[in-house]
Nanobody, 123 residues
Framework: QVHLAESGGGLVQAGGSLRLSCAAS????????MGWFRQAPGKGREFVAS???????TRYYADSVKGRFTITRDNTNLYLQMNNLKPEDTAVYYC?????????????????WGQGTQVTVSS
């Protein structure tokens, strides 16, 4: 049974920082690409960041978060450091994994999902 569990969400003022964590259990993700996605009220789920698990561990970011968010991982956890947060970053954030070492920016490429953690940025 695959299980992903996010934590670290909360309420923060604009310009502040949060660090999200995602704990993976039930199988080894040592060869799996992983990513973060988010969903704001009334909108579809959108890509935030993802990380290859081959070669140089290439990272991908949505244009809206480049320079502010950083994705990292270790053997069992995925992280998202979010700095200079903006009200438009308010959303439920989900971590996701896929049965491939190559990361993508597409929601449907990921088969494993956590339950999400709420991030609210006040202006």
């Amino acid at each position: 049974q695959v299980h992903l569990a996010e934590s670290g969400g909360g309420l923060v003022q604009a310009g502040g920082s949060l660090r999200l964590s995602c704990a993976a259990s039930g199988r080894s993700f040592s060869n799996s690409a992983m990513g973060w996605f988010r969903q704001a009220p009334g909108k579809g789920r959108e890509f935030v960041a993802s990380l290859n698990w081959i070669g140089d561990g290439t990272r991908y970011y949505a244009d809206s978060v480049k320079g502010r968010f950083t994705i990292t991982r270790d053997n069992t956890n995925l992280y998202l450091q979010m700095n200079n947060l903006k009200p438009e970053d308010t959303a439920v954030y989900y971590c996701a994994g896929r049965a491939s070492a190559l990361a993508t920016m597409t929601v449907h490429d990921y088969g494993y999902w956590g339950q999400g953690t709420q991030v609210t940025v006040s202006s």
